[in-house]
């Protein structure tokens, strides 16, 4: 198993609607999640972070951490067409807490 | 604040070529990282810097990939010989020290190798 996995997709999701993005993860990462998102052709800028049991919410953004189940999601309400973009999650591996690594990412679209 | 800068932004060049990459950090951020993303894939980490520092360089094929970051600020990533495979975007990113969360990206060298 990777140490963190993502559906490639593409996912898409009507305008308005709720966008379920999810990522499952190995013991070699530690408790801390991170969300990014990358426009086609940009780099990734860090949209949520993560690491207690639950949910944690920021606007449209709901991330949400069930460690017995290892599995981090990302929901997005009322879906934007500038939400389209791929989702990458990450984890800070679990020997070497500065390193970061990152799923594959998931590609989503909204269509209007 | 002024971002993270890299240059060049595109370049292609042959098999068996040399090619260097620059990054200048957000000024006053400790700890600067190279990643390699393959199109299709997450970024993956080739190598880590704290200060002028080599922090890992596991991920790093050292037979053709070099850096350095001789004096704790800007740096460069070399590639000698380039390989096919080596074709992808090279993403440089700081963050203020080791484990601070947020790392900033740069916007990239995209790289094609023929």
């Known amino acids: 198993q990777k140490e963190v996995e993502q559906n490639s997709g593409p996912l898409s999701v009507p305008e308005g609607a709720i966008a379920s993005l999810n990522c499952t993860y190995s013991d070699r990462v530690s408790q801390s999640f991170f969300w990014y998102r990358q426009y086609s052709g940009k780099s990734p800028e860090l949209i949520m972070s993560i690491y207690s049991n639950g949910d944690k919410e920021d606007g449209r953004f709901t991330a949400q951490l069930n460690k017995a189940s290892q599995y981090v999601s990302l929901l997005i309400r009322d879906s934007q067409p500038s939400d389209s973009a791929t989702y990458l999650c990450?984890?800070?591996?679990?020997?070497?807490?500065?390193?970061?690594?990152f799923g594959s990412g998931t590609r989503l679209s909204i269509r209007p | 604040e002024a971002g993270v800068a890299q240059s060049p932004r595109y370049k292609i060049i042959e098999k068996r070529q040399s090619v260097a990459f620059w990054c200048n950090p957000i000024?006053?951020?400790?700890?600067l990282y190279w990643y390699q993303q393959i199109l299709g894939q997450g970024p993956k980490l080739l190598i880590q810097?704290?200060?002028?520092?080599?922090?890992?360089d596991s991920q790093l094929p050292k037979d053709r990939f070099s850096a350095e970051r001789l004096k704790g600020v800007d740096s460069t990533l070399k590639i000698q010989p380039a390989k096919l495979e080596d074709s992808a975007v090279y993403l440089c990113a700081s963050s203020r020290d080791r484990v601070q969360e947020t790392q900033y990206f740069g916007p990239g060298t995209r790289l094609l190798v023929l």
């Open positions: 000024s006053g951020h400790a700890t």
């Open positions: 990450a984890s800070r591996d679990y020997s070497s807490a500065s390193k970061i690594i």
């Open positions: 810097f704290q200060n002028n520092g080599v922090v890992d």
